[in-house]
């Protein structure tokens, strides 16, 4: 496999049910009862914001980006990033995150969240909520929500419930 190269791309319609069938594989029919699911499936997915990684042809991982709030506060929702087990551990994921975030950061965006755990989102620059500064409508471990500022100071005064920004 080290002659084959991967590829970021950005997410078309087209790609929707190939990332439908990645997610089912990777987090199984469980996935649907999560908080951050069903924040993510009220609110429109901006597939600018939204990646796939393809070795060859292949469909080896995914993340998108969805517009959400912070009480008054745009922001956005990172999930889910997969990755097909096979080729975990390459980088894969932070590569996808890491683009993610840089077209997010091009666009205006200035804070990303997500459920987590932190020692491997450290590696993109997110770090732990100070507790009872967001929070999820529904059972999340507050140790795991995790935000990015990608503008420095940007979470500075932000507080309140995350919720689906259907304005978006």
Not at 12 to 29: C, K, M, N, S
Not at 127 to 143: L, N
């Amino acid at each position: 496999m080290t002659d084959l190269s991967l590829t970021i791309l950005p997410e078309t319609p087209a790609d929707a049910a190939a990332i439908e069938r990645l997610h089912e594989r990777t987090f199984g029919p469980g996935r649907y009862a999560r908080t951050a699911y069903r924040i993510r499936e009220k609110a429109e997915l901006d597939s600018g914001l939204s990646f796939l990684a393809r070795i060859g042809t292949l469909l080896v991982g995914s993340v998108r980006l969805t517009a959400i709030r912070i009480g008054d506060t745009p922001a956005l929702l990172l999930g889910p990033l997969t990755v097909e087990p096979p080729f975990r551990d390459r980088g894969i994921g932070l590569r996808l995150i890491e683009r993610s975030l840089a077209e997010a950061r091009a666009r205006g965006h200035r804070l990303v969240v997500l459920v987590g755990d932190e020692p491997y989102y450290a590696r993109a620059g997110f770090e732990r909520v100070p507790r009872g500064r967001a929070v999820m409508p529904g059972p999340v471990d507050p140790a795991r929500l995790l935000v990015a500022e990608l503008e420095p100071g940007a979470f500075d005064g932000v507080s309140g419930v995350i919720r689906p920004d259907q304005d978006a």
